[in-house]
């Protein structure tokens, strides 16, 4: 396989002490084995495989999916449980500029749909996935940026919506305290367990007849004469019309060819801490439901669960080995303690690291692959897995058959251009990262 990422960011260690792992038993898929036919093969098990073959199945194809490793073993097992709005990186004035505004607000539209499909999937199939927040709210961490959340506030209002902003001074009386100039709180999304939920959507795929396999990874992709996909594990081959790729930050080049060079993982590193007393919410001044994120481009995420366990990740991670996850773990803690100073104290009881995937337009890309025929994929959500994993899963399972896709289908999402470097690119990032973290 061909990765460019060392082996060991693929490996076991930076899961290692994924805080998901406690709170639901994996589903014990079988391996393929032999010869197996399927009308749909799907690559992947996260949340856009399983969406797909959750809703193919109900439509009645045949289908098959393999997940490498264990069920909830990649991003969508590890994350940090935002479903909200978002998917894209390329702001709404650059998206508009490029695309034009008519597919600029087909995207946008997409994205409320993705949130609303998880919301049904969890209402449908009775899925507890440990829900909470009401929408999600954004911390500015300088002035200028809140400045920024002002005029988004003000857009957003001219556009019909109904934000809620809060400048400084009220913070505190909000449980928003941490050292931050303001918020702004869309009231579109929530927060839930990734686990719970991923695992839900696979009982309700099986339900419909999908097959499920782990430890079947693709080792091999080829055609028969009669155009059939077979798809090659270590221990069968599945044959399929049609197949969908959905790896996502877990992809690697050359399966298929046209998907070498148009991805690149991104680590993402999050610490979840024992649960919190009520005093020690009250001292830090932190104590709503809401689901947050900074302002800064390499951003901390964070929100306190149910449980009274407190979240919190940032993106930052360039290397992958030991020696670099220590070194992450430990840059992570640090920016806890300086960002809930009353915390300093509270014991981080799990750490672990995952990848997202990003596109170099910036944009998720959903649709079938160029040159290859009945090969669609579904990838680049920019940390925004969640919901916009499920609903690429959604539109696939739609042009797998044929269809006009059900929910908004932007052409923002339908093209992908590869990165320069080739297996190299990986070096545009710490100039990258450079930049971005002199701009917060």
Same mark, same amino acid.
């Given at each position: 396989m061909r990765r460019i990422f060392s082996d060991y960011a693929y490996g076991p260690g930076p899961r290692d002490g994924c805080w998901w792992?406690?709170? =639901? @038993?994996?589903?014990?898929?079988? +391996? %393929?084995?032999?010869?197996? *036919? @399927?009308?749909? @093969? =799907? =690559?992947g098990g996260g949340f856009t495989?399983?969406? @797909?073959?959750? /809703? %193919?199945?109900?439509?009645?194809?045949?289908?098959?999916? %393999?997940?490498?490793?264990?069920? #909830?073993?990649?991003?969508?097992? +590890?994350?940090g449980g935002f479903c909200c709005i978002g998917g894209a990186k390329l702001s709404g004035a650059a998206m508009r500029r490029k695309f034009g505004a008519e597919a600029t607000d087909v995207y946008d539209a997409g994205e409320v749909a993705a949130v609303d499909l998880v919301h049904q999937l969890l209402d449908r199939h009775q899925i507890d996935a440990d829900t909470h927040s009401d929408g999600e709210t954004q911390m500015a961490h300088s002035p200028r940026a809140m400045k920024a959340l002002r005029r988004q506030a003000d857009e957003i209002a001219a556009a019909g919506g109904s934000p809620q902003l809060l400048e400084? /001074?009220?913070?505190?009386?909000?449980?928003?305290?941490? #050292?931050f100039f303001g918020a702004l709180t869309t009231p579109v999304g929530f927060g839930l367990n990734p686990r719970k939920y991923l695992f839900g959507i696979a009982r309700a795929a099986q339900s419909a007849g999908a097959s499920l396999f782990q430890n079947s990874p693709v080792t091999g992709l080829s055609r028969a004469s009669s155009g059939v996909h077979i798809l090659t594990t270590p221990d069968g081959a599945l044959h399929a019309d049609q197949v969908i790729v959905a790896?996502?930050?877990?992809?690697?080049?050359? %399966?298929?060819?046209?998907?070498?060079? +148009?991805? =690149?993982?991104?680590?993402? *590193?999050?610490m979840v801490t024992r649960p919190l007393s009520d005093e020690e919410l009250q001292a830090q001044g932190w104590f709503t439901d809401q689901m947050a994120f900074d302002t800064r481009n390499l951003l901390h995420y964070f929100r306190l669960m149910p449980d009274r366990r407190f979240l919190f990740g940032m993106r930052g991670g360039l290397f992958a080995s030991p020696r670099s996850e220590t070194a992450i773990r430990r840059a992570? +803690?640090? /920016?806890?303690?300086t960002m809930f100073p009353e915390w300093r104290a509270v014991e981080g009881t799990h750490f672990w690291s995952g990848m997202v995937s990003m596109a170099r337009n910036l944009v998720p890309f959903v649709g079938p692959i160029p040159g290859e025929k009945g090969m669609f994929a579904g990838l680049c959500y920019h940390g925004n897995g969640v919901a916009m994993g499920s609903y690429s899963g959604r539109l696939l399972a739609d042009?797998?058959? #044929?269809?006009?896709? #059900?929910?908004p289908y932007s052409p923002v999402v339908q093209s992908m251009g590869k990165f320069p470097f080739g297996r190299a690119r990986r070096v545009v990032m710490p100039p990258a990262y450079a930049v971005l973290g002199m701009m917060d």
């Open positions: 792992d406690e709170t =639901i @038993a994996a589903p014990d898929w079988p +391996r %393929l084995s032999g010869e197996v *036919t @399927a009308d749909v @093969a =799907i =690559i495989g399983m969406s @797909a073959a959750l /809703h %193919l199945a109900e439509a009645g194809a045949k289908v098959a999916l %393999l997940e490498a490793e264990t069920p #909830g073993w990649g991003a969508s097992g +590890r994350n400084q /001074h009220e913070l505190a009386a909000n449980g928003m305290n941490g #050292g790896t996502n930050g877990y992809s690697w080049d050359g %399966l298929p060819d046209w998907l070498s060079g +148009r991805y =690149i993982p991104a680590q993402s *590193t999050v992570l +803690r640090q /920016h806890f303690d042009l797998v058959q #044929g269809k006009q896709p #059900g929910l």
